[in-house]
């Protein structure tokens, strides 16, 4: 990955302007300026990778089924939101190259050396950034290619934060004692996946986390904020990058 003081990263695209995970939602993020576009690849069947971030597709079309159970074939004629096709992966890879970096999130495990393979035939494993909460995976990735940056992401649900929304009373007791017992988990969970850098929901972030990662060569992302006094502060921290469903907000701040 080239080196910026914050990367500006748009989540799943410009999801804000076009619908997430497409190729028109894409392409509006590296017109905006982005520095790196994050998108969710998942496997088929038979070892296709399609931008799509729920497991389940049954959501949007006829099919109740997850991605993993379909083939290419049988998502290739579907519409998600806004009559958006699902794309492939060697699609956007074509159309991102040489106009911005890419945060490729693997939702689903399996099929490694495919992905490498394809990374590498397409001549961008100096360009992308891989991340998932699959240790595991990013392991085996690393062992295949040492040149492709691997980042371990803790999924904001690993926490229960979204359940802490709801008990507004115990919140910031609860983030409070998250914040400061966190590092040692994050700790292990990169040596266990062999990461270079690690991806954290930004209410857990704090300027100790911070320097304790930095002062351990660990560069850290924060996803996924759509605040631009949060981002601005961010950024005072030193995070290394900022994902935001609102690329125009990280080219304010």
Not at 160 to 184: G, K, N, Q, Y
């Amino acid at each position: 990955m080239k080196k910026k003081q914050v990367l500006r990263i748009g989540h799943r695209g410009a999801p804000s302007h076009f619908w997430e995970n497409s190729i028109a939602s894409i392409r509006k993020a590296i017109e905006m300026g982005v520095d790196v576009v994050e998108f969710d690849i998942r496997k088929t069947l038979d070892d296709q990778f399609v931008l799509w971030h729920s497991s389940r597709v049954g959501r949007f079309f006829d099919l109740q089924s997850r991605i993993a159970r379909k083939r290419w074939n049988d998502l290739v004629h579907h519409r998600a939101g806004h009559g958006e096709p699902i794309p492939l992966l060697q699609q956007v890879i074509d159309v991102v190259k040489g106009s911005a970096l890419m945060n490729i999130d693997l939702k689903s495990r399996g099929g490694e050396e495919r992905l490498v393979e394809m990374l590498v035939d397409k001549g961008v494993e100096r360009e992308v950034l891989i991340s998932s909460h699959h240790a595991k995976s990013l392991r085996k990735i690393k062992e295949l290619e040492p040149n492709i940056h691997t980042g371990i992401s803790l999924p904001k649900d690993f926490f229960h934060l979204s359940a802490l929304e709801r008990i507004a009373p115990l919140r910031w007791a609860i983030l409070f004692v998250l914040r400061r017992t966190i590092r040692f988990f994050v700790l292990r969970q990169i040596e266990k996946a062999r990461a270079d850098v690690v991806m954290l929901y930004y209410k857990l972030l704090t300027p100790g986390l911070v320097r304790f990662l930095h002062e351990r060569g660990i560069p850290v992302y924060a996803y996924t904020v759509d605040d631009i006094d949060v981002i601005r502060k961010l950024k005072a921290m030193g995070v290394h990058g900022i994902a935001s469903n609102h690329p125009e907000m990280l080219l304010q701040a």
